[in-house]
Nanobody, 115 residues
Framework: QVQLVESGGGLVQAGGSLRLSCAASGDTGCIFAWGWYRQTPGKERELVAG???????DYADSVKGRFTISRDNAKNTLYLQMNSLKPEDTAVYYC?????????WGKGTLVTVSS
């Protein structure tokens, strides 16, 4: 099993920046892809950004050019650098990793962007 712990959420003004972290532990050798998702009340969880073990990245159109996903292999930690934040970025952000037989999720960290 893999355990994921997110950190770095908080309250920020529009135009500001935050960096989210996701520390993975346990059977991390099975992981072949990592991602950040977000969810607001009444809406489905959506992919924000993803990165594979090979380094390929993917971003939601709404965050392209503002958010950057990265990974520190030595620390088994995933990051999401969020710049030029907008009120519509307000959500609970979840870390996700994919293993061959299971998906793992963190408990989420709240990001609130004030206007």
């Amino acid at each position: 099993q893999v355990q994921l712990v997110e950190s770095g959420g908080g309250l920020v003004q529009a135009g500001g920046s935050l960096r989210l972290s996701c520390a993975a532990s346990g059977d991390t050798g099975c992981i072949f892809a990592w991602g950040w998702y977000r969810q607001t009340p009444g809406k489905e969880r959506e992919l924000v950004a993803g990165i594979t073990n090979g380094g390929s990245t993917d971003y939601a159109d709404s965050v392209k050019g503002r958010f950057t996903i990265s990974r520190d292999n030595a620390k088994n930690t995933l990051y999401l650098q969020m710049n030029s934040l907008k009120p519509e970025d307000t959500a609970v952000y979840y870390c996700n990793v994919e293993c061959p037989t299971w998906l793992y999720w963190g408990k989420g960290t709240l990001v609130t962007v004030s206007s």
